[in-house]
């Protein structure tokens, strides 16, 4: 929006021509995104306060997470809300790849919304029925893939990309859709996981949004798409913004949300940046690269996987608690603990991510 209206007045003032520049508008969307969160904040957790959307707490968790029950939650409306704001504002709107983010992260905000919206008015920490959750995020994860390999003009938008090889890139034309389906649901529900501690979740995604900003920036240039071997895609330059736009509305989000919380994402938040993250791994063509960067939200999913899968078949549970950052608290670890160690993994994780483009 602020692109065309400055394009418009550019021969009238040349100095609005800076907008045409990635980095401007990258550090702006952040700024603005930033500047939103922090003064939506205290607004957005009073809202929550005065309709008593409480966070519920289950009994058979850590003792000291007891003292969290009622703490506002559906924080995420504030985080998505202005992500998506900021998108409109500072990327070019004739670019589908914007659009489909957008959509990405409305459709799954909106599933998430429900789900808190049952747990508040039910009081139930379980919320929206697993098999409705399930069945909405694959129709959407469905559509978008779809929609992605219809409007694909070129072989490099259905391309599968590996790390490590260079000279091996096929095109897997309409399979890319299942391929769509399992990085949206999969990145969506495991960043829900991951949504147990104070500032873990978030932390964790601005980190990887951080990461997939660079390799944003590396696929849109034509010369270091080709020097990293790596699909060159044009049209992935405004996904540059969103990125920085979440890494802002994360980091205002994170001032209310670090320890002890003021207001949880809930899963209209958690569900959203998962699946905003997959959406974006996916127009770069680098799905594997976000599962080493994300390798946190992979690490807590195989751990309810493996939990549940021993309880059912063995009678034993393997961990002290699922997802493993719970395991790690009932071992006696602080939450600011599990939380800043995390982190520190996120950041080596995407700097390892960073490193594999280049060994090819």
Same mark, same amino acid.
């Given at each position: 929006?602020?692109? &065309?209206?400055c394009? %418009? ?15 401007f508008?990258? +550090? ?15 607004r ?26 009622? !703490? ?55 919320g ?34 590996? *790390?490590?090889?260079?000279? $091996? ?30 500032? &873990? ?13 660079? +390799? ?11 020097? &990293?071997?790596? *699909? %060159?895609l044009?049209?992935s330059?405004?996904?540059?913004m ?10 205002? $989000?994170?001032? #209310?949300? !670090? ?41 807590? !999913? ?25 395991? $790690? ?5 602080p ?6 160690? #995390?982190?520190?993994? !996120? ?6 991510? &960073? ?6």
């Amino acid at each position: 929006m602020i692109v &065309l209206l400055c394009e %418009y007045l550019s021969p009238y003032l040349d100095t609005l021509r800076v907008v045409n520049y990635l980095t401007f508008r990258a +550090v702006m969307a952040l700024i603005t995104a930033l500047g939103i969160s922090l003064f939506m904040g205290p607004r957005v957790i009073n809202w929550l306060h005065v309709l008593h959307f409480g966070q519920p707490v289950r009994d058979d968790g850590p003792q000291t997470h007891l003292q969290k029950q009622g !703490t506002p939650t559906m924080g995420g409306i504030m985080i998505i809300s202005t992500i998506m704001l900021t998108m409109l504002l500072w990327c070019r709107l004739d670019n589908i790849y914007v659009w489909y983010t957008l959509a990405t992260l409305g459709a799954y905000a909106l599933i998430g919304f429900a789900d808190d919206y049952l747990k508040v008015v039910r009081h139930d920490p379980h919320g929206l029925r697993a098999k409705y959750k399930y069945f909405w995020q694959s129709a959407v994860a469905l559509t978008l893939g779809c929609c992605i390999y219809g409007t694909a003009e070129t072989a490099a938008e259905t391309t599968l990309v590996l *790390p490590f090889f260079k000279d $091996f890139m096929p095109d897997i034309g309409f399979l890319i859709i299942p391929l769509v389906y399992f990085v949206l649901t999969g990145s969506s529900n495991a960043v829900n996981l991951t949504d147990g501690l104070d500032g &873990l979740a978030i932390i964790t995604t601005i980190t990887v949004a951080a990461g997939l900003g660079i +390799v944003c920036w590396a696929t849109s240039n034509a010369n270091f798409a080709s020097y &990293l071997y790596i *699909p %060159y895609l044009p049209k992935s330059s405004e996904l540059i913004m969103a990125c920085t736009a979440i890494v802002g509305a994360g980091l205002g $989000f994170l001032w #209310f949300n !670090t320890y002890p919380a003021e207001v949880f994402m809930g899963d209209v938040g958690s569900l959203a940046l998962g699946a905003g993250l997959g959406i974006i791994s996916v127009l770069l063509r680098q799905e594997i690269l976000l599962f080493i960067m994300g390798g946190i939200f992979v690490l807590e !999913t195989i751990s309810v996987i493996l939990q549940v899968g021993s309880y059912k078949l063995r009678g034993r549970r393997i961990f002290r608690m699922a997802p493993i950052h719970h395991h $790690f608290e009932k071992a006696g670890w602080p939450e600011p603990r599990v939380m800043a160690r #995390f982190w520190i993994i !996120t950041i080596v994780l995407v700097l390892i991510g &960073l490193v594999t483009l280049k060994l090819r």
